[in-house]
């Protein structure tokens, strides 16, 4: 076959391949234009400069000035240096502030179910308070409330005999931690409360009419078709949450810079200062990647909950 | 039949040891709940109404002996236009997501196109991102774009989380609508675009009235983008100024009262925005197995 026939074929099935493409794009035109501006904008603003960013991490990159390849080096920098290891640890022990959100969010949306007309309305816009302000305010008005010196909480845990003494936290690692955990468990719950409240909302009195006829009591009752009534809810609300709280950057920031030393820099915190104060791009976005693979379990579990909710409707 | 009783525990019978045990835990629990949240609340305003030598007394009480105001003048005058950037930069974050999050959330809920289900998911994943990820590529690309330091930059830069996240809480609320809502349109001479204009859209008003407030308070309260793609002359918003009251290094003692009065004048309008938006936000985060 001469070369003129071979280009003709390939012309023919590209100009076949590009109709098909037309008529698609024709018949569902209506769909394509008004999904492509998100797609469009997340995959410009999101997808490419993530992508970018894992082949940042392959350099020694700093913010000004020319980047340098160094292949996996800047892993191998990660494993053998302390504070990531550290960090790593902060993280956990931070993320299991995802426990007191879901404990704090479930005991709280059943409780406000439970009440009626100004008393539940006066309720759960109390219990938003602290979730709606910014994570930086609510970081600042914990550091003056646990002031060693002049905090009105410290005072009162120190008279109500809690501590025997205040406790100067910013310099103690163990207690900074604690600390920035602790307020962060304050702050982040009520996500949890509004996706439960919501969802109980949702469940029908009839299976409890039927319990109570049966003789079922209030734990029963609880045990038996609320909480299996909201499974669903609460692990979309769990992975969320561990996949937030792990990222977690502003209000320990705000609190603490990551301090005393690395003790209480959380993986997003150790990549914040490795990108602004060492300026080490790369390095900092290659701890970016060891905590985007520590969320994988959370963005699993969430797709299952969310592949079995819209299940019905067929893609 | 009696759908929700108003106090729990209370049925009309005589009230059985259980019972009352139930009653006094469920108020115990929620009354530990308000104190939780209150007491510390209570005393930041508390803080902010006192002077520097009231801040620092010895002993702890909650009303303030000399009462000031002057920390929430002071406050407002510093923060005066840091506080027009965060709306600034919230109301442009919100026009945005609506315009994009509002159509994209109603094909993907209710119609199908080749492509459909890869493309929704390209969007899905980036609400389970940690966007603390994208503070190194973005902050570099800005630069080399001339979005840095500029408002579009910050508006674009908040859309990698409101856009995915408008988009999970309207989808759901469009698959719950009723199936042939647009069929019926449609008999009535509509197309395809003017059935999602004038009958899909006023029906998703609650929704697209939660989604409004949501994005409109994460522009207002996020802190990671705004200080990493502005800096001092640029549209700084009020979380970066506060942060930098804290942190800015400057060594002088911080005026306490001022720094509360000023975090409140922050904290407040995204409290009260909430509050009126509560009965939108709320439904809006149903999760309920179909």
Not at chain 1, 21 to 27: R, S, W
Not at chain 1, 114 to 131: D, H, M, P
Not at chain 2, 216 to 244: C, E, H, K, Q, S
């Amino acid at each position: 076959m001469s070369l003129l026939a071979t280009y003709q074929t390939y012309k023919n099935r590209l100009t076949d391949r590009y109709d098909v493409l037309g008529t698609v794009f024709v018949e569902y035109r209506f769909e394509y234009l008004l999904a492509l501006p998100s797609v469009l904008l997340i995959s410009l603003l999101l997808w490419v400069p993530f992508f970018r960013g894992i082949w940042m991490s392959l350099f020694s990159w700093p913010l000004l000035g020319e980047p340098e390849w160094v292949g996996l080096g800047n892993f191998q920098f990660l494993f053998s240096w302390d504070p990531f290891w550290t960090s790593v640890k902060v993280t956990i022990i931070y993320g299991l502030n995802t426990v007191i959100h879901l404990v704090l969010g479930i005991t709280a949306a059943l409780i406000a179910y439970r009440l009626s007309g100004f008393a539940k309305k006066a309720a759960s816009g109390t219990f938003l308070i602290a979730y709606a302000m910014p994570p930086v305010v609510t970081g600042t008005l914990w550091l003056y409330l646990l002031d060693p010196t002049f905090g009105p909480i410290q005072q009162l845990f120190v008279d109500l005999g809690v501590f025997s003494s205040p406790v100067y936290w910013s310099t103690d690692g163990t207690a900074a931690l604690a600390v920035v955990t602790l307020v962060g468990g304050w702050t982040f719950w009520p996500f949890v409360f509004l996706i439960v409240l919501a969802s109980r909302e949702g469940i029908s009195d009839t299976q409890y009419e039927m319990a109570k006829m049966y003789g079922a009591s209030r734990l029963q009752q609880t045990l038996k078709i609320t909480l299996p009534q909201l499974k669903s809810a609460i692990l979309v609300a769990a992975s969320l949450r561990i996949i937030w709280n792990l990222a977690k950057v502003s209000q320990p920031f705000q609190m603490t810079q990551g301090g005393p030393g690395y003790e209480s820099s959380v993986l997003g915190l150790l990549l914040y200062r490795d990108a602004f104060f060492a300026g080490q791009m790369g390095r900092a976005y290659s701890v970016g990647i060891v905590l985007l693979l520590i969320s994988l379990a959370a963005v699993l579990m969430f797709l299952r909950e969310f592949e079995r909710q819209s299940g019905e409707v067929e893609f | 039949m009696s759908v929700r009783t108003a106090l729990p525990g209370s049925q009309g019978r005589q009230l059985s040891v259980w019972d009352v045990l139930y009653k006094v835990m469920f108020y115990t629990v929620l009354a530990s709940f308000l104190l939780m949240i209150l007491v510390p609340i209570l005393f930041t305003i508390s803080a902010s109404f006192r002077t520097l030598s009231e801040i620092f007394a010895a002993e702890l009480y909650l009303i303030p002996k000399e009462p000031t105001i002057e920390p929430w003048v002071e406050g407002f005058e510093d923060l005066r236009p840091f506080l027009v950037n965060s709306l600034m930069i919230a109301t442009g974050t919100v026009t945005i997501s609506l315009l994009v999050a509002v159509p994209g959330a109603y094909v993907f809920a209710r119609t199908t196109f080749p492509g459909r289900k890869p493309l929704f998911y390209l969007i899905i994943l980036s609400l389970l991102f940690p966007h603390v990820l994208l503070v190194i590529p973005i902050s570099d690309l800005w630069y080399d774009l001339g979005l840095y330091n500029t408002l579009p930059g910050v508006w674009l830069g908040h859309q990698t989380f409101v856009i995915p996240f408008s988009i999970w809480i309207m989808r759901d609320f469009f698959q719950k609508m009723p199936t042939n809502l647009e069929e019926a349109a449609q008999m009535y001479g509509c197309t395809k675009w003017s059935a999602f204009v004038r009958v899909v859209l006023p029906v998703a008003k609650p929704a697209i009235i939660a989604v409004l407030f949501l994005g409109f308070l994460n522009g207002w309260n996020d802190f990671l983008f705004a200080n990493m793609i502005t800096d001092n002359r640029g549209p700084r918003p009020a979380v970066v100024a506060l942060y930098n009251v804290i942190n800015g290094g400057s060594g002088e003692t911080t005026d306490w009262q001022l720094l509360m009065s000023e975090s409140l004048i922050i904290g407040l309008p995204p409290v009260v925005v909430y509050l009126f938006a509560r009965r939108y936000i709320s439904e809006a985060f149903a999760v309920n197995a179909s």
